[in-house]
């Protein structure tokens, strides 16, 4: 089966510009994450989504990150504006109730 | 603060020596995750543990999860040069899929 894609590998941005990623999850699975991973450190949830609904957004900085899943397949992260430290790779991750998840290679951001 | 606390964060070893890497929390999970992640790269899942007590092996690498289901542990023996990578746990507190990670243990295997 086709893995999580995920888009663009990279992006180099300067602070206070948007910039937006995309992720398709595999075919069939209903629940999507966003993560955000510093160089090192575990991935931190930003946003999970259960088809087209908002499960859990309590860690998205909502005064500047949006995320959206129109049709409950394909999902888009945006940042508007960037700061420095947003700096971070974007990893996108799919999965169904009670299967482990699926990640993407993640986008990686520099906010320069 | 994270949910989930990793021991140690670095590890550096030579290759044939055994490991050990904690993650630990206050809260209980339904179930618990390990993935390595190497450079460039998602996490890949290794095992999950559902079951307080359970203990899981895959080839030299043998999993624990806590009787209380607050923390679980890796232990890999006779460490090759292939184990290097970021080791990951990440724990599911409901049955809503919920998956929260940890700190990472970023272990080097030296030939």
């Known amino acids: 089966e086709a893995g999580v894609a995920q888009s663009p590998r990279y992006k180099i941005i300067e602070k206070r510009q948007s910039v937006a990623f995309w992720c398709n999850p595999i075919?069939?699975?209903?629940?999507l994450y966003w993560y955000q991973q510093i160089l090192g450190q575990g991935p931190k949830l930003l946003i999970q989504?259960?088809?087209?609904?908002?499960?859990?957004d309590s860690q998205l900085p909502k005064d500047r990150f949006s995320a959206e899943r129109l049709k409950g397949v394909d999902s888009t992260l945006k940042i508007q504006p960037a700061k420095l430290e947003d700096s971070a790779v974007y990893l996108c991750?799919?999965?169904?109730?009670?299967?482990?998840?699926?990640f993407g290679n993640g986008t990686r951001l520099t906010v320069t | 603060t994270q949910l989930l606390e990793q021991s140690p964060q670095f590890l550096s070893i030579q290759e044939g020596e055994n490991l050990t890497v904690y993650c630990n929390s206050s809260?209980?999970?339904?179930?618990l995750q390990w993935y390595r992640q190497e450079p460039g790269e998602g996490p890949v899942l290794l095992v999950t543990?559902?079951?307080?007590?359970e203990v899981k092996k895959l080839k030299r690498l043998t999993f624990q999860f806590g009787d209380a289901r607050k923390d679980s542990s890796l232990h890999i023996t006779a460490a090759q040069p292939g184990d290097t990578g970021l080791y990951l746990c990440?724990?599911?507190?409901?049955?809503?899929?919920?998956?929260?990670f940890g700190t990472g243990t970023s272990l080097t295997v030296i030939p």
């Open positions: 075919s069939g699975h209903a629940t």
């Open positions: 543990v559902v079951t307080g007590g």
């Open positions: 991750a799919s999965g169904t109730l009670g299967s482990p998840l699926h």
């Open positions: 809260s209980v999970f339904s179930s």
């Open positions: 990440a724990g599911d507190r409901e049955t809503g899929n919920q998956f929260y």
């Open positions: 989504f259960q088809n087209n609904g908002v499960v859990d």
